[in-house]
């Protein structure tokens, strides 16, 4: 079930997440948009998420990080990565409002409509770029996760640690950039 929902309004989240056991958050954002900032995605929309979960009694959280996220990046980094800085601060703080959550850390997740895709298909067709992409994909795809493979092993997880099947799963995506 897909509800729409501001991140910035806690009565549209607590509409959103009623009625669910369930929820799974996969909001996140690579860039500053007007609305929203890095930061604001994923710690403060983060950590809301998971207090009002909490105030409802949904059951369990799910909370989508990325994989090499990290507070405090190595000294030979030149310029740290404000989107894994926020993603582990944003962990941080899920796990401060929710102890029980269960956090994921993927690789890189693309799917259909996204920028990495969308980027490649909007050059020329059969330029020899594109194809060394593609090629490069075909070799190296286990560094990529694709968005509905993500979404099945979440569930799968989910109704694995309940013991009953669910009757509401709420997947909180929404496209910032």
């Given at each position: ?45 983060a950590s809301r998420i998971a207090r009002i979960s909490k105030e409802l009694g949904v059951q ?118």
């Amino acid at each position: 079930m897909f509800l729409p929902f501001d991140l910035k309004d806690d009565e549209s989240l607590r509409k959103a997440m009623k009625y669910s056991d369930v929820v799974i958050n996969l909001t996140g954002t690579d860039s500053d948009t007007k609305n929203f900032t890095i930061e604001h995605v994923h710690i403060d929309a983060a950590s809301r998420i998971a207090r009002i979960s909490k105030e409802l009694g949904v059951q369990q959280l799910v909370h989508v990080s990325a994989l090499c996220q990290n507070k405090d990046p190595p000294k030979y980094v030149r310029k740290p990565s404000r989107y894994m800085i926020s993603k582990a601060i944003g962990e941080e703080e899920v796990l401060r409002e929710r102890p029980d959550a269960t956090i994921f850390r993927p690789a890189e997740i693309w799917g259909p409509h996204d920028r990495f895709l969308c980027y490649f298909a909007s050059r020329r067709k059969f330029s020899c770029f594109f194809l060394k992409i593609f090629s490069f994909l075909r070799h190296h795809i286990s560094l990529f996760v694709l968005l509905c493979t993500l979404y099945c092993d979440i569930s799968n997880l989910c109704l694995q640690q309940s013991g009953y099947s669910y009757n509401h799963f709420i997947i909180l995506i929404q496209n910032v950039g």
